[in-house]
């Protein structure tokens, strides 16, 4: 009886932390495990992803950066969880949706997008670049009012899956140890995981368990977002089916080019193209048909769509309640 209850538990700290991502966000003068993250993984990429070395020492030591980081992830939430449990069950509960609610995006998505489109409304071209450099890899000095829109659509599509559904699917199956070792493999792939010449090698790890970690999430995301586009108006659950189908393939990701091809076809705008990465043009090719030219609604528009989707899967796991109780 004792693991049934700790399941109840679990379901009810998992549902309070998706709530309060939603309500709060991610306040920025709080600590945050993700910031840890990354400070970690800059101090190692910075130690052991040394130049000179051969291609295969650095790919032995990227993948020694994965282990390490995993590891004292999971140590780290793994002794805040089982001691909060143990201290007095509801402890363990409200640590675990407060870890919940760290692991998850919806809030910061929404509040950042929505600043870029304030900033492109109210301010002009300017500052929509700076606002949406905020959120985005690429550089942004180059590019026009459509490229910023593009740029936020894209971002709050892609991570629709790895800000939102793929951390909700670990969390809600692995508790925050396993939402935490998700994040931990999304960050690192974030930070080292591109294709150039002090990448290639030593993040070369990272990005491959990422593709693993990611693929069931990002088709999850894509039905999930084709559902939510059924109920939205302006937005097409037929042509995101059609356009998810014909074009996720050509983006150079295994996984992001699923939600992005999916809100491209829904939303019936064109998506992606060439873009700048660290003073390097990346070729990208065009997803979606150009049915009409992309406007600053579209921003509202794939938020709205991400949170239904969100929305739903709450709604599944909620389902699942009433069988649990019986247990």
């Not at 809030?107 to 500052?127: F, P």
């Not at 090719?285 to 579209?298: A, F, L, V, Y």
């Amino acid at each position: 009886m004792l693991i049934y209850g700790i399941i109840k538990l679990h379901i009810l700290a998992f549902l309070a932390g998706v709530l309060l991502d939603l309500l709060i966000g991610d306040p920025e003068w709080l600590p945050h495990p993700i910031r840890w993250m990354g400070g970690l993984i800059g101090d190692l990429e910075e130690k052991w992803n040394r130049p000179g070395l051969s291609s295969e020492e650095k790919r032995r030591r990227g993948k020694r950066m994965v282990s390490t980081v995993l590891i004292l992830t999971v140590i780290y939430s793994g002794t805040a969880v089982v001691l909060s449990y143990y201290i007095h069950p509801w402890l363990g509960a409200a640590v675990e949706a407060v870890l919940t609610a760290y692991m998850l995006a919806a809030h910061s998505l929404v509040k950042e997008s929505k600043n870029v489109a304030a900033a492109l409304e109210q301010e002009g071209l300017e500052a929509g670049r700076t606002a949406v450099a905020r959120i985005v890899g690429r550089e942004t000095d180059r590019l026009d009012e459509d490229g910023v829109i593009r740029a936020a659509v894209e971002t709050v599509a892609e991570n629709a899956s790895d800000g939102v559904i793929a951390p909700f699917l670990y969390l809600l199956l692995g508790g925050p140890i396993l939402g935490c070792a998700y994040k931990a493999v999304n960050t690192m792939d974030s930070m080292v995981g591109y294709k150039n010449e002090r990448y290639m090698d030593f993040g070369r790890a990272a990005a491959k368990l990422d593709d693993a970690v990611n693929f069931v999430p990002a088709r999850l995301t894509g039905w999930l977002l084709t559902l939510a586009a059924a109920f939205l108006p302006g937005c097409s659950a037929k042509d995101s089916i059609r356009i998810r189908r014909r074009d996720a393939k050509k983006s150079t990701s295994p996984n992001s080019g699923v939600p992005e091809a999916t809100v491209a076809g829904a939303l019936g705008v064109e998506l992606l193209g060439d873009a700048y990465y660290h003073g390097q043009l990346v070729h990208k090719p065009k997803i979606g048909d150009p049915k009409r030219k992309i406007s600053i609604q579209d921003i509202g528009r794939t938020n709205r769509m991400m949170l239904l989707a969100e929305g739903i899967a709450v709604l599944f796991t909620l389902s699942l309640i009433p069988l649990i109780w019986l247990l």
